[in-house]
C-alpha cells in the first residue's frame, strides 16, 4: 500500500526549473532537469526569451520528459545590443519577475498539487524571493564550478593575496588548494572588479539571499572538487548533481538521451564534421572551440590560423559566424591547399565531436560546461582562457587534475601560433601529453561513477527527489 501511494504521490509532484536564457546555462540546467523526469518527478523547464529576437530550437524529442515553458524577458522588438548591461540586467529582472510571477500564479491555479519548488539559476537570486512568497522553497543551481562559487562568495569582489589557507590567520580561510592560486588563476571579475562593474554585481548577488534557499545544486561532482566541496559543505546545504552531461555519454541510464536538446542556435547538420573525422587516424584531430560568448581579436584568431597550419595535427576549428569576418582573409584559401588537413566549420554537435575517436586533444576557453564535457569524456586539452571563470577553470585543468596545459601569452597577452603548435604538439605526442591522456582517462571513469547508481552525484540527486516527495506526503 505505501509504494502505490508513493506511486500516486510521485506522479502528482511537480518541480518547477527556471534558467537563465543563454546556452552555457540552458545546457546543464535542462540536464539536470531530465534526471529528475527520470525519476518520476514531472518538470517544467522554464526559459525567459523573446521571440524573434532569440530562438529556441528543441534539437531531438529527448526533452519531451520535460515540459518546456517560454515566458516573456520583456525585450519583444528591443535591439537589445544598445543596452548597456546595467539597463539590459534591470529591465529583464523587472520583466521576468513579472512574467514568472504570472506563470507561478497560472500553475498553482491549474493543479491539484502545485509545484512546491523552484529549481532556478543562481544569477537570478530574486527568484527564490519571489518563490518564497508563493510558498516554494528554492534550489539555487550554479553553473560554475564550486571553486569559483567559494571564491565568489568569499571575498565578494575584493582579494587579498595570496589567499590565506585553511590554517592561516588572514581576513579569510580558504582550503589549502586554493590557497596556492595567483592573481592570473582568479576569475576575472575578482582580478580587476573595475573591469566589468554590472557583472561583477551579478555574480555576487547569486550570494544575496543565499542562506534562505533550502538546497544549493553545484553542477560538479565531488571527488573533482573534493577540498572544496568539504569546505562549502561546512558553510551551505551544498549538493554535487554533475556532470550535467546526456546520460548516454556517462551512465546510459536515460534512453535516448544522447544531446542537450535544446539550442539557442539554428541546428545544424553535423554529418560534415562527423564524416570527415571518421576519415582521420584515431587521436589525430585537435578540436578547437571557443565557446557560444567568447570573443577573440583579429591579431588572436591570426596567430591560432598559423599556429593551425604549422602543427603536425590535423584540425577542426569551430568559427562562429559572428567571428569569421576575424580570419586571415587568405586562410580559407590557404585551407584547401592543406590536402584536407583541417577543418573550419560554424558550429557543431560538441559533444559528438569530442567523443570521436580521431579527436585527440581539446584546445578550449574553459567555460565550465567545456571543461566538464572535456573532463568526462578523457579528452586532454590544452587550455586558453579568456574571461570570467575561465582562468581559476585552467588553473585546475593544467595543474590540480592536470588534465591538459594552459597556453602563454606574451607581453601584449596574445598567445602566438608557435606557443600554440608548441603545447598542441606536446598534448598529443610529448612525454607530458602521455601523462595528461592517463589522468584524463583516470577523471573520466570517476565522472562516470559519479552518475552510476551509488554514486555521489546520483545519490545527491535522489536525495534531492525524495526530500521533494515528502513534501507531499
Not at 577543418?343 to 576557453?365: A, E, P, R
Not at 607581453?411 to 601560433?417: D, F, L, M, N, Y
Amino acid at each position: 500500500m505505501e509504494e502505490q501511494k508513493n506511486e500516486r504521490i510521485l506522479k502528482l509532484t511537480h518541480v518547477l526549473v527556471l534558467t537563465y536564457p543563454v546556452q552555457g546555462h540552458i545546457n546543464p540546467m535542462v540536464e539536470f532537469s531530465k534526471r529528475l523526469a527520470s525519476k518520476g518527478l514531472n518538470v517544467a523547464f522554464i526559459v525567459p526569451i523573446s521571440e524573434p529576437s532569440k530562438s529556441l530550437h528543441s534539437i531531438n524529442h529527448a526533452t519531451s520528459s520535460i515540459k518546456i515553458e517560454q515566458i516573456s524577458d520583456g525585450f519583444e522588438g528591443v535591439d537589445t545590443d544598445e543596452l548597456s548591461l546595467d539597463v539590459y540586467f534591470e529591465l529583464f529582472k523587472v520583466s521576468v519577475i513579472k512574467s514568472l510571477t504570472n506563470f507561478i500564479e497560472q500553475h498553482q491555479s491549474s493543479q491539484d498539487n502545485p509545484a512546491k519548488v523552484l529549481v532556478y539559476d543562481s544569477v537570478m537570486p530574486w527568484a527564490l524571493d519571489l518563490a518564497i512568497q508563493h510558498g516554494m522553497h528554492g534550489a539555487s543551481f550554479f553553473t560554475q564550478s564550486c571553486v569559483v562559487s567559494a571564491i565568489y562568495w568569499v571575498h565578494r569582489g575584493t582579494v587579498k593575496l595570496p589567499l590565506e589557507d585553511s590554517q592561516g590567520q588572514g581576513h579569510v580561510s580558504v582550503p589549502p588548494v586554493m590557497s596556492n592560486l595567483s592573481l592570473n588563476d582568479l576569475p576575472s571579475f575578482v582580478a580587476d572588479v573595475d573591469a566589468y562593474p554590472a557583472l561583477v554585481k551579478l555574480v555576487l548577488d547569486q550570494f544575496s539571499n543565499v542562506m534562505r534557499a533550502k538546497w544549493l545544486l553545484f553542477n560538479t561532482f565531488t571527488e573533482l572538487e573534493l577540498e572544496v566541496i568539504k569546505w562549502m559543505g561546512s558553510q551551505w546545504p551544498a549538493l554535487t548533481v554533475g556532470p550535467t552531461i546526456p546520460s548516454m555519454y556517462l551512465d546510459k541510464r536515460i534512453g535516448d538521451d544522447k544531446d542537450y536538446g535544446l539550442s539557442l542556435f539554428k541546428p545544424n547538420d553535423a554529418e560534415t564534421c562527423i564524416k570527415w573525422l571518421d576519415s582521420k587516424d584515431a587521436d589525430s584531430v585537435v578540436y578547437i572551440s571557443f565557446g557560444s560568448l567568447a570573443s577573440l581579436g583579429e591579431e588572436q584568431m591570426e596567430e591560432i590560423a598559423i599556429g593551425l597550419k604549422r602543427m603536425k595535427s590535423n584540425f577542426l576549428w569551430v568559427v562562429r559566424e559572428s567571428e569569421e569576418k576575424k580570419l586571415p582573409c587568405n586562410f580559407m584559401q590557404d585551407m584547401e591547399l592543406l590536402d584536407d588537413k583541417g577543418l573550419v566549420v560554424k558550429w557543431c554537435n560538441q559533444l559528438q565531436v569530442l567523443s570521436h575517436g580521431s579527436v585527440g586533444c581539446f584546445m578550449t576557453h574553459c567555460g565550465w560546461n567545456s571543461t566538464m564535457e572535456g573532463v568526462s569524456l578523457g579528452v586532454p586539452m590544452v587550455v586558453m582562457p579568456q574571461w570570467t571563470d575561465q582562468p581559476t577553470n585552467a588553473a585546475f585543468i593544467a595543474e590540480v587534475w592536470k588534465v591538459g596545459l594552459r597556453v602563454k601569452a606574451n607581453e601584449k597577452g596574445i598567445v602566438t601560433g608557435e606557443e600554440i603548435e608548441s603545447c598542441v604538439n606536446e598534448v598529443m605526442r610529448g612525454e607530458r601529453g602521455k601523462e595528461i591522456k592517463e589522468n584524463s582517462l583516470k577523471w573520466r571513469e570517476r565522472a562516470r561513477i559519479a552518475m552510476k547508481e551509488g554514486g555521489s552525484s546520483e545519490n545527491n540527486i535522489r536525495d534531492f527527489t525524495k526530500n521533494i516527495i515528502e513534501m507531499y506526503k
